[in-house]
């Protein structure tokens, strides 16, 4: 069975500093996807990044990284120089099938302070 | 670009009531949409997906019945909520894939609606 798992419910992180957030995952299928989404209060879902099973590098984008641990099945999101306006619930998120349906774990509350 | 827009954002209505909420693609087609229910703190649980063309596949435990889902065009998947109790009080937030989807497209979120049966 596919499972994807995060954690950490909540952390807090000042502002400046760099926080990772935990997901790991299990699937028996050699193609799959990871994603990460950013859900603030107002309640809207902001993709953030994508990693994908074969990629050889893990994925960046501005100050969002990737650790993509494949061998301990893990893919943890990393936030450098963390803002006020990073508080939000972070949902990792793994691919099911070839449409496209995701299954996302339980997700991890961050709260930045000044 | 990849804008979803989800109409209603807020809905508050007496038991009984039959809730349409309606997820648009506005700048991209989009084959598969996703329905998903949120409830407060917790993460998101997928209801069901919705196929252009054809009949929506609904996961285990969701009454087709009661969620009704039209996907009748490539930009425009709709959700009705027939008969809406207050225990069918929650966030509900729509998705859909650019395209025909593919191992590395992201689902595009629409902003949700909350809707409130008194």
């Known amino acids: 069975a596919q499972k994807i798992t995060q954690t950490q419910p909540g952390m807090f992180v000042q502002e400046k500093e760099a926080v990772t957030l935990d997901c790991t995952y299990d699937?028996?299928?050699?193609?799959?996807?990871l994603f990460w989404y950013k859900q603030p209060s107002s309640g809207e879902m902001i993709f953030l990044i994508y990693?994908?099973?074969?990629?050889?590098q893990n994925a960046t984008e501005g100050r969002y990284s990737l650790n993509f641990q494949k061998a301990r099945k893990s893919a943890n999101l990393v936030i450098s120089a963390s803002q006020l306006g990073d508080s939000a619930m972070y949902f990792c998120?793994?691919?099911?099938?070839?449409?496209?349906?995701?299954?996302f774990g339980a997700g991890t509350q961050v709260v930045v302070t000044p | 670009g990849a804008v979803v827009s989800q109409h209603p954002s807020r809905v508050i209505c007496k038991s009984g009531t039959s809730v349409k909420i309606e997820c648009r693609s506005l700048?991209?087609?989009?084959?598969?949409m996703f329905w998903y229910r949120q409830f407060p703190k917790k993460s998101l649980m997928l209801m069901a997906t919705?196929?252009?063309?054809?009949?929506?596949?609904?996961e285990q435990g969701v009454e087709k019945d009661k969620f009704l889902i039209n996907h009748a065009s490539l930009t425009l998947s709709t959700l009705t909520v027939t008969s809406a109790h207050p225990e069918d009080s929650s966030f509900y937030i729509c998705?859909?894939?650019?395209?025909?989807?593919?191992?590395?497209?992201?689902?595009?979120f629409g902003d949700g609606t909350r809707l409130s049966i008194l």
């Open positions: 998705s859909a894939i650019r395209g025909v989807g593919g191992s590395n497209q992201p689902q595009h």
């Open positions: 699937t028996s299928d050699p193609s799959y996807g």
């Open positions: 990693q994908g099973s074969y990629d050889q």
């Open positions: 998120a793994m691919r099911t099938d070839s449409w496209g349906k995701l299954q």
């Open positions: 700048d991209f087609q989009a084959t598969t």
């Open positions: 919705s196929n252009e063309g054809s009949k929506a596949t609904y």
